[in-house]
């Protein structure tokens, strides 16, 4: 009981932190800025259907349609989205929570879960953010708690009823969310087979009823926007050029051979206790009992933690995996569970996960994970529609490790158990929002509370500029340029349209003249993401249609005569500003 009461103690903090950012800091997540923009324009014009929102943004309407409909009717202001967007980080909480506590350990194995998150960057960084990553983890989790968990005193056409719209919410949060949901309803075939009929027809059923109703909701906007359902699906609006095929196909192939294959994929903490999940999963799903699992997952886990890494390292730049020095707090964490890990063999038979749970969650995680790995690893916050099954599959074994370590050591063993994940969850707040976040890909909560001090917390713009000082900047040096200069302003980067949605136009300009009838140019700058070789190997033509070409290179746009480009602020390597004359 206290150890749970500590584990949720930790969650609890991270909660409360993750909401007195959201009440004080403005959006600031590029993604969250570029796909508000709908959500400022439902809030200004009413209805859904906008120049330039296609099918990337019409996927996505449980966050931004809401979103857009609380600012229509509140006033614009952003803590209320990021008030919106918090909520789904709670459920998120509660649904892991309940997930991972459906089988043996009950309530600890659910705080364990829940503290799990708490030390995955992803979810601490994106938790208000305003993107969808944690809306479609919560929504799929939670649709997984009325499909797993039993009726108990709920009648079983409520959960019926539960399971339609929580499942087709999932759908509508993102379309990744239908890999996850075709996982689950694939669980459902685990268990006694005479039940096995009711179990599709009172689960199963009404699982994919919410799904085609998500599916739906993506079809008529398919239909409407002239689409083909399978490229609306993905994402897909008119022409992609060869060269941002390219890009992706290099960004995509580094990644499987750097952190994906490196098994960072909840974060650098969490990779030994999740290749050992894997394994003793894998094992006992076969058949195998719990001792044997345990002594042939633990050692397979260390040996696999410096092998993996060491391969995935080869052709790929920065630290991977948990023992590169360059992150102490990954080392010293892996070490500090490499014992307790292997004293799971000790666990009581009684205490240990039914092969039936395993079997299911494992089921669950499989078509989320693959089509992850398959279509986008080079962004670790797409897994998250497989994140309840794969934290509640971590939970479960460093429940088997507690549990071990307490019969073979005693229960103050136990405690340093606890105390390890408590304490890579709390050092993983420096990830909090992403604030502090640097062109450099640094990110440091801590820098940005020792900036903001106490009146900071009550001024947006100060806010702003520390919690990401280019956004900041370029907001600032775009709305004097605008105050100045009025007319419409054109830039490649989407996120000037959240904060002048009736006024920016994201496009990608190539030459003098396509800057007529705008009054400002906004150019922004960014590496590639791709190692010096791949960007070599993607060619220079290549390079220029996947980065915008001559839209992000401000020399260009200074020589231009007709109109005139006059450079009005710039900040090197990140931004310049132009006032365009005739």
């Not at 890579?424 to 909560?445: E, F, H």
């Not at 500029?465 to 200069?485: E, I, N, Y």
């Not at 349209?497 to 906004?522: I, K, M, N, S």
Request: charge should be neutral; hydrophobic fraction near 55%; charged fraction near 15%.
């Amino acid at each position: 009981m206290a150890m749970r009461r500590a584990l949720g103690a930790t969650v609890a903090l991270f909660l409360v932190a993750l909401a007195w950012v959201a009440v004080w800091v403005p959006f600031h997540a590029t993604d969250a800025l570029i796909y508000g923009r709908w959500s400022r324009l439902i809030a200004l014009e009413g209805g859904i259907d906008f120049p330039g929102i296609g099918a990337g943004y019409l996927q996505r309407p449980l966050l931004y349609v809401v979103q857009g409909w609380l600012w229509d009717v509140f006033g614009f202001h952003e803590w209320i989205g990021r008030l919106w967007a918090f909520v789904f980080v709670a459920v998120l909480v509660y649904a892991l929570w309940r997930v991972a506590s459906l089988d043996r350990g009950g309530a600890t194995v659910g705080a364990i879960a829940a503290v799990l998150l708490v030390a995955t960057p992803d979810v601490v960084a994106l938790g208000a953010a305003g993107l969808t990553d944690v809306p479609v983890a919560a929504m799929v989790a939670l649709t997984g708690v009325f499909v797993l968990a039993p009726d108990g005193r709920r009648a079983p056409w409520l959960t019926a009823l539960l399971i339609v719209v929580a499942a087709a919410l999932a759908g509508l949060a993102k379309v990744s969310a239908f890999f996850a949901l075709l996982g689950l309803g694939l669980a459902l075939f685990v268990g006694a087979r005479e039940t096995l009929v009711s179990r599709l027809a009172r689960r199963g059923v009404p699982l994919a009823a919410g799904a085609l109703i998500a599916l739906a909701w993506n079809a008529i906007q398919a239909d409407r926007t002239g689409v083909a359902l399978t490229d609306f699906l993905r994402g897909v609006e008119g022409r992609v050029s060869a060269g941002v095929t390219s890009y992706y196909e290099q960004l995509n192939a580094q990644s499987r051979g750097s952190f994906i294959a490196g098994m960072e994929w909840l974060g650098p903490y969490l990779t030994l206790p999740l290749l050992f999940a894997l394994i003793y999963a894998a094992v006992r799903i076969v058949g195998r009992p719990h001792r044997l699992a345990a002594t042939i997952a633990a050692p397979a886990a260390l040996l696999l933690s410096f092998v993996l890494p060491a391969l995935a390292d080869a052709g790929t730049s920065g630290a991977v995996g948990p023992w590169d020095l360059e992150r102490p707090v990954a080392v010293v964490g892996a070490l500090a569970l490499v014992v307790p890990l292997w004293l799971s063999r000790e666990c009581p038979d009684d205490e240990t996960p039914t092969r039936a749970h395993l079997a299911r969650l494992a089921i669950w995680a499989l078509p989320p994970t693959i089509a992850w790995i398959a279509s986008a690893p080079f962004q670790t916050r797409y897994l998250s529609p497989a994140w309840a099954p794969l934290y509640a599959l971590l939970a479960i074994a460093l429940w088997t490790a507690l549990r071990g370590t307490m019969a073979a050591r005693g229960p103050r063993w136990g405690w340093a158990v606890v105390v390890v994940l408590i304490a890579l969850a709390v050092v993983d707040l420096r990830n909090l929002d992403g604030l502090g976040s640097r062109p450099d890909g640094t990110i440091s909560a801590g820098r940005t509370l020792s900036e903001l001090k106490l009146t900071g917390w009550f001024d947006a713009d100060e806010a702003r500029a520390a919690a990401d000082p280019s956004l900041a900047a370029l907001v600032d040096a775009t709305g004097a340029a605008l105050a100045a200069h009025p007319g419409r302003v054109l830039s490649v980067d989407g996120r000037l349209g959240f904060y002048w949605p009736l006024r920016a136009v994201r496009g990608e300009p190539q030459r003098c003249a396509d800057l007529e009838g705008f009054g400002t140019l906004v150019v922004t700058q960014s590496a590639t993401g791709l190692e010096a070789e791949r960007e070599e190997a993607l060619g220079e033509e290549a390079l220029g249609e996947a980065t915008g070409g001559h839209a992000a290179d401000p020399a260009f746009w200074a020589r231009c005569r007709d109109p005139r480009a006059v450079l009005v602020a710039a900040r090197p390597g990140e931004f310049a500003v132009f006032r365009i004359e005739r």
